[in-house]
């Protein structure tokens, strides 16, 4: 059972009910094990059944090996897509700019051969509210068939909207602590947004990997932040403003 929160201002009326609470009635393993086994029950099927996913916990997805939406269910529709289905589009083409991005990277992640990925990142439903995600994709390799390739589940874990005033000050002195790092903690911030592993840093400043994860705790102190995915949501945050030096 996922924390409660009483709280609907972070959804709409049309939200499923469990994204306005987070509070499940499933774990997230068990929504999973529903929906996948939901799949391989169906797809022998397919010709004459449709596919029901209506009642799993979680937004869910399944694409083709052109990273296609050919199937998903009524709360990946509302949360994510504002439409009556998503099916026939990529991922890319209703997805906000962030959000886009990581289903991009992580189904090329599962497309080059990785068979499954569990995440946790931030994100944002379809009006822009912003939330802390977790994210199961994995490869649908038993169906041998390229239209059903990757299944992708993702529910919210926690809303973090703040009232406008306290996002815009936030964002202000996250400016002035990043101009305040020196270049290679630059470089390393906005290198940690593209998604760029510690050795691929160390790499490329010439450091080794355990002088960049030093220098990585010194900036969750200066950031005031405790997960490097939080340092990760300010650097984009920065650079969607248009606000990180040159």
């Known amino acids: 059972m996922m924390p409660g929160n009483s709280s609907n201002s972070c959804v709409t009326s049309s939200t499923p009910r469990w994204a306005s609470t987070l509070d499940f009635e499933s774990t997230f393993d068990q929504a999973k094990s529903q929906a996948l086994d939901a799949i391989r029950y169906w797809y022998p099927q397919r010709q004459s059944h449709q596919l029901d996913l209506s009642n799993i916990e979680a937004c869910v997805a399944i694409k083709n090996h052109e990273r296609a939406i050919v199937h998903d269910n009524p709360a990946y529709q509302l949360f994510f897509a504002r439409v009556s289905s998503a099916s026939g589009k990529s991922t890319d083409a209703h997805s906000l700019y962030r959000a886009s991005r990581i289903a991009q990277n992580t189904d090329e992640l599962i497309a080059e051969g990785i068979h499954s990925l569990d995440c ?61 790092l020196d270049a290679i903690d630059q470089r390393t911030c906005r290198m940690d947004a593209k998604g760029e592993s510690t050795k691929d840093i160390a790499a490329t400043v010439k450091l080794s990997p355990r002088a960049i994860e030093i220098r990585r705790k010194k900036m969750f102190e200066l950031f005031g932040v405790e997960r490097p995915m939080e340092l990760v949501r300010i650097t984009i945050r920065l650079e969607e403003h248009g606000l990180l030096p040159n």
């Open 120 to 180: 946790e990142h931030d994100g944002k439903d379809a009006s822009g509210q912003t939330y802390s995600f977790r994210t199961f994709k994995c490869q649908l390799g038993e169906l041998r068939d390229p239209n059903y390739f990757i299944f992708s589940m993702s529910r919210p874990i926690a809303c973090l909207g703040k009232p406008e005033v306290d996002r815009e000050k936030s964002l202000a002195d996250s400016l002035e602590i990043f101009k305040s």
